[in-house]
C-alpha cells in the first residue's frame, strides 16, 4: 500500500488546503450559510455538527476521495468478517460481534454460540448479585462492586458506571487501578468486606497493578471472613481462564472471553459486569444496542454521510493538514468526566504508532496528544490554552440535549457555555489589548446526544471506537497492538530489587534517580 503522505489524494488535499488560503470557519460560514445542513449528520440517534471545521464542500469531497483512495470501505468490510487486522498479533479484532447478531466466523468457527452462552451467564451472575440470590460468605447481600483493573480493563466500565449513574439500582459500582495502595485504601474506605464484590478485570492476567490489587483485596476480605473470601467475593474476566484459576478461583467464578477482543474495546464483553451489576444487565444490554447501530451505519452508510467516518477524515485533516498536534474532548456533563481519559487510551493507545502495516517508519504525524475534561470545570482550568495558547487544536465538543440532573435550568446554562465555548474558538475576539485577543480560527465538532442514558452512550463509545478505527486504516497503521507499553514493564520488573533497596540498578540516570528517592524516604 502507498504510504498515507504519498497517496495522491493526500496530496491534492494538501493542494487544496493552500488554496482555502488559511479560511477560517467563520469566514466560511459567511460564504455558504446553508453549510450548517451541509456539514450536520447523524448516527443512529446522535448529532454531529461539522460546521465548525476549516473545511468546505470540497474538502469534503476531497476528504472522501482519500477514503476512497485508502481502500477504507474495504478495511471496515475486513474488520466486521473477523479478519485478522491485528496484523503483529495476528488476530482478528472483532468486539462489534458482542453488540450485534451477525453470524461471524473466526477462523472458521461461529462466534455466536460462545456469545450467547458468556452473555447468558452474565445475565445470571447479575441478577442474582442484584437480587441477592448471590451473598457474601457470612450472608450479607452484595452492596459494592468494585473493578479491579487497568487500562482497557477499567477506563469503559468506569466511565459508564460514573455515566450511567441515573440508571443504577444495583449495587454501588467502584473501581481500583492504581498501583499505589493509597487508591486501594480510599476506595474501600467505609465498605464491609462482608458486603463487597471484586471483579477482578484482566485480559491477560499477569497485568502488575491489578494482580497486586486482587492479592490485597484477597487479603482484606479473607481476614473478615476467612477461607471463603475467594469463592463467595471474587469473579474474574479474563481471556486467560486457566491464570485465573491458578491464582485461586474456582472454574465457576471465571468468566472467559475471547483473545480477539482488544482491551480498549473491551467493555461490551464480561469486562463489562461491574456496570451490568449496577444497571441490571437489560440496561447493559441497551447500551450494547446503541454501540450496534453505530456499527451498522458505519458498515453501510456511504463516505459522505458515515460519522464514525467523517470524524476520522476531519480528524487528519485537522492533524496532517492543519497541524493540531493536539485534540481536546471537552464533554459537558460531570457524569461524562470519564469520556477523555477513555477516549485518550483509545486513540493514543492504537493510533500513537510509528511504522505502517508494512513495517516502514512513517514520514507523516499519527495520533495526536488527546487532553480534555468535563465542562465546565475545564473552562476554569485549561481553556485558556485553547483560546489563546500557542498550539492549534482541534477541539471535539460533546453535548446531552436532555438534562442530566434535577435542574433544567443549570442544564440549559451547561449548554450556554459548550456552545459559547465552540463560538468563541471559532470566531475569537479582537481588541486593541493583545493580551485580551483571541486569534479564533481553531476548528471544533459538537457531537450531541439526546440523553445520557445506556443506549446512547453505547453509540457515542462506539462511534469513537470505529473513529479511531478509521484513522488508523486511512494512515495504514495497526490500530490494535500497543507494543510501546512493554518496555516500561520489562525495565520496572529488572529495577524492582533496586527500588526496594537491594541491588543496584544497571542504568546510570535510573541509579541517580533511585538514590534521590532513596535519601529523601530515609531523611523523614
Ligand atoms: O499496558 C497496556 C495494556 O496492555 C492495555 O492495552 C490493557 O487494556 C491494559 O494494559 C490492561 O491489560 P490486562 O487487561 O491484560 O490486565
Not at 484459576?245 to 464480561?270: I, K, M, Y
Not at 460531570?334 to 492504537?350: F, H, I, T
Not at 445520557?452 to 488508523?472: I, N, R, T
Not at 540516570?509 to 532513596?518: E, F, P, S, V, Y
Request: net charge negative; with cysteine.
Amino acid at each position: 500500500m502507498t504510504p498515507f503522505s504519498a497517496s495522491p489524494a493526500w496530496q491534492r488535499l494538501l493542494a487544496h488546503r493552500d488554496d482555502l488560503g488559511g479560511k477560517t470557519a467563520r469566514e466560511l460560514w459567511r460564504d455558504d450559510a446553508a453549510r450548517g445542513e451541509k456539514l450536520t449528520v447523524t448516527c443512529a440517534e446522535l448529532v454531529l455538527d461539522f460546521s465548525k471545521q476549516r473545511a468546505n464542500a470540497e474538502t469534503l469531497a476531497g476528504l472522501c476521495a482519500l477514503a476512497r483512495e485508502r481502500g477504507l470501505a474495504e478495511s471496515i468490510e475486513r474488520l466486521f468478517s473477523g479478519a485478522h487486522v491485528n496484523v503483529t498479533e495476528d488476530r482478528a479484532a472483532l468486539h462489534m460481534a458482542l453488540r450485534g447478531d451477525e453470524n461471524v466466523s473466526i477462523d472458521g468457527v461461529a462466534v455466536r454460540p460462545e456469545i450467547h452462552r458468556a452473555r447468558e451467564r452474565m445475565r445470571v451472575f447479575s441478577q442474582a448479585v442484584r437480587e441477592g440470590h448471590w451473598r457474601g460468605a457470612t450472608g450479607e447481600r452484595i452492596r459494592t462492586v468494585v473493578g479491579l483493573g487497568v487500562g482497557g480493563s477499567s477506563l469503559g466500565p468506569k466511565l459508564a458506571a460514573r455515566a450511567l449513574r441515573s440508571a443504577s439500582d444495583g449495587p454501588e459500582a467502584r473501581f481500583i487501578e492504581n498501583l499505589d495502595s493509597a487508591e486501594f485504601d480510599d476506595a474501600i474506605a467505609g465498605l464491609d468486606p462482608a458486603a463487597t464484590l471484586f471483579v477482578v478485570v484482566s485480559k491477560t492476567f499477569t497485568t502488575e497493578e491489578t494482580m497486586a490489587n486482587a492479592a490485597a483485596a484477597r487479603a482484606w476480605v479473607g481476614q473478615r471472613v476467612g477461607a471463603a473470601a475467594v469463592e463467595r467475593h471474587f469473579v474474574a474476566a479474563t481471556a486467560h481462564p486457566e491464570r485465573a484459576t491458578a491464582w485461586g478461583f474456582p472454574a465457576c467464578n471465571v468468566f472467559a472471553f475471547p483473545e480477539w477482543v482488544g482491551g480498549r474495546f473491551s467493555l461490551w464483553s464480561e469486562v463489562g459486569l461491574p456496570v451490568a451489576i449496577a444497571i441490571g444487565m437489560p440496561a447493559f444490554e441497551r447500551l450494547l444496542a446503541g454501540a450496534h447501530a453505530v456499527d451498522l451505519e458505519f458498515r453501510s452508510t456511504p463516505l459522505e454521510r458515515n460519522a464514525p467516518a467523517l470524524l476520522a477524515l476531519f480528524a487528519i485533516w485537522n492533524r496532517n493538514a492543519l497541524g493540531c498536534a493536539s485534540h481536546a474532548v471537552l464533554p459537558y456533563g460531570a457524569r461524562l468526566a470519564g469520556l477523555p481519559p477513555y477516549v485518550q487510551a483509545l486513540e493514543m493507545e492504537s493510533n500513537g504508532k510509528r511504522v505502517d502495516l508494512e513495517g516502514r517508519t512513517v514520514d507523516f504525524a499519527t495520533a495526536p496528544v488527546v487532553v480534555g475534561g468535563e465542562g465546565t470545570p475545564g473552562q476554569h482550568a485549561f481553556h485558556q490554552w485553547l483560546h489563546q495558547g500557542t498550539d492549534a487544536v482541534s477541539t471535539d465538543f460533546v453535548v446531552v440535549a436532555r438534562p442530566m440532573g434535577t435542574d433544567g435550568d443549570r442544564h440549559a446554562r451547561l449548554v450556554a457555555h459548550a456552545a459559547a465555548q465552540s463560538e468563541a474558538l471559532m470566531n475569537g475576539v479582537e481588541a486593541k489589548e493583545p493580551w485580551i485577543t483571541c486569534p479564533g480560527g481553531r476548528a471544533s465538532t459538537t457531537v450531541v446526544l439526546p440523553a445520557l442514558d445506556p443506549y446512547h452512550l453505547g453509540s457515542l463509545l462506539a462511534l469513537y471506537e470505529h473513529k479511531v478505527f478509521a484513522e488508523g486504516a486511512l494512515w495504514g497503521i495497526n490500530s490494535f497492538d500497543q507494543w510501546g507499553v512493554e518496555l516500561g514493564k520489562r525495565i520496572a520488573g529488572a529495577i524492582l530489587p533496586a527500588a526496594r533497596g537491594s541491588g543496584e540498578a544497571p542504568d546510570p540516570a535510573t541509579r541517580h534517580l533511585l538514590a534521590i528517592i532513596h535519601k529523601l524516604q530515609q531523611s523523614e
